[in-house]
């Protein structure tokens, strides 16, 4: 089964989809995370699209699409794919539909998390990840624990990432807003999508996402 999370920045994509990995034998395709790792290690693609990201914009199809195309021919085994952050334009869906094809795949559902942007901008800049794990972690909901060790891996070093400010913010939701939200009416049409209530809590957002997947 392959899926897309399909939703603004702190609509819970990566938090559903690590529930998802657990569960299931799925693998997490992130290009936010794949950009990122670039960026901290260093290679010449992550000095590229550091100042891109860190200002909330979005980087060049090209290379996300390069991204998701390496992935996808290291074939690993998996029960399926989530795509998380993934596609975010309609060339990038075109594109995601054309590499599924070529690989014999199929996209089988397309979940939209709901969200509003209140709850959006509460969340982001509330967020810490565990550099471990890769846990999330929210100021008001969800605290990193008083011993001050990730309760999933125990590490003790958390970052909030670059992006998540008021200013990126903006950004990164006009981006959502003019480039992303486009794909709810494509996948719509393509009667692949079903939305979920992603302001429900973890569990509710994960059961919802469940049925639908049944
Ligand atoms: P995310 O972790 O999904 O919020 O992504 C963080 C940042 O990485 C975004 O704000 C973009 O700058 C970049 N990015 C991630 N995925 C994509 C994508 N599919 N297309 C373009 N830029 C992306």
Redesign the pocket.
């Known amino acids: 089964m392959n899926i897309i999370l399909l939703g603004p ?1 702190g609509a819970g ?2 938090t559903q989809a690590r529930k998802l990995v657990e569960e299931r034998n799925m693998v997490q395709l ?4 794949m ?2 790792a670039a960026k901290s290690s260093g290679t010449e693609m992550g000095k590229k ?1 550091a100042a ?2 860190d200002a ?6 090209e290379i ?1 699409i390069g991204l998701i195309r390496e992935q996808l021919e290291a074939d690993n085994g998996a029960d399926g794919y989530i795509f ?6 309609l060339p ?1 869906a075109d594109a995601l539909g054309e590499l599924l094809v070529e690989m014999g795949e199929t996209l089988d559902r397309v979940i939209e998390m709901q969200v509003d942007d209140e709850a959006l901008v509460a969340r982001i800049t509330a967020r810490s990840t565990c550099g471990g794990c890769g846990e999330v972690y929210n100021d008001n909901t969800k605290p990193i624990p008083a011993d001050g060790k990730c309760s999933n891996c125990g590490a003790s070093d958390f970052q909030r990432r670059a ?1 998540d400010n008021e200013d990126s913010l903006k950004t ?1 939701l006009l ?1 959502y807003y003019k480039q992303t939200s486009p794909l709810v009416g494509y996948y719509y049409a393509k009667g692949d999508l079903s939305s979920v209530n992603g302001l429900a809590s973890m569990d509710e957002v994960a059961g919802s996402i469940k049925a639908a997947l049944a």
């Not at 909330?56 to 199809?61: E, F, H, K, M, R």
């Not at 998380?84 to 334009?89: E, H, K, L």
């Open positions: 920045p994509k990566g992130s290009t936010g995370d950009l990122r699209v891109v990201m909330g914009n979005l980087v060049t199809d996300v998380d952050g993934f596609p975010r334009t990038q992006d990164r981006a």
